[in-house]
């Protein structure tokens, strides 16, 4: 799956982006956001940077690259229901008719984009290349993010893609402490009943057991996904390497080897996460509860 790797975080990503031959800031959408440096793309929007005229504020502009309304739509559906301090908010939403050229050689045509608060912070992906993260660094982000879903599956939505790169760490909001752990990118979110094209498509070396199988997404499949994240926080590599089929098979032949370098509480709460039942997990609430004994 490609998605926003990197949505709504500032970082130093300008070098990495191709560049279109448009001059971004001369484009500004709505008569209020000057587009800045691209922060990331994929296969259904870009993200971009951009300065607020209005307020002065810099924020996360993503711009969906299709006129089809249906993935603007769903996620603005979802967001709509959603507010926590462990989630990238989005600030607002609207329509914008651009140019050819600014649409990589494509017709003039309207395309939706989101409005998003700014991190100023790194994605969790781009941390753990750097290192494993301490463990108390693991159990306030996981903490949060499990929080973060307590909220979600409460509402009827299941995020259906939990992976280092869709974990935005905040340490301006939190200077003296690990930061502040905040969740992004719903556009494959399930919404209640109404799921989102390839349901069960998120990122191949996090899905659980029962999606690898072509089974449904569930609250539980994002516990399991983030019992992976959490493994990977402590051990700096991924629970099941490898190229993505590989990495899906290992999935349907056992758990996830814990090495014994990781402590036994610690051990005890993955094991719990990533049980290859689904009925076997806690849920997001119960999940919280168990991270936070971990700080005692």
Known sequence: ??????????????????????????????????????????????????????????????????????????????????RHKNIVRVLGSSGVQLRREELEGEHDARRNYLVMDLVEGKDLRWILQQAPASEVQTVAWMTGIARALTHLHRRGVVHNDIKPGNILVDFAADPKGPGIAKLTDFGIAINGRQAAPNSSSGTPHYLSPEEVCGGESTSASDIYSLGLVALECLTGTKAFPGAPLESMVARTLGEPRIPGTVRRRWSMVLHAMTDPNPAGRPSASQTVGMLRRLSW
Request: proline content about 4%; overall charge negative; charged content about 30%.
């Open 1 to 82: 799956m490609t998605l926003l790797d990197t949505p709504a975080v500032r970082a130093d990503r300008g070098a990495e982006c191709a560049d279109r031959g448009v001059d971004e800031a001369q484009i500004v959408l709505g008569g209020r956001y000057r587009l800045g440096a691209p922060l990331g793309g994929g296969s259904e929007a870009n993200v971009n940077e951009a300065l607020d005229l209005e307020t002065g504020t810099s924020v996360a502009v993503k711009i969906f690259r299709t006129c089809d309304d249906a993935p603007y739509d769903r996620e603005m559906k979802i967001h709509s229901r959603l």
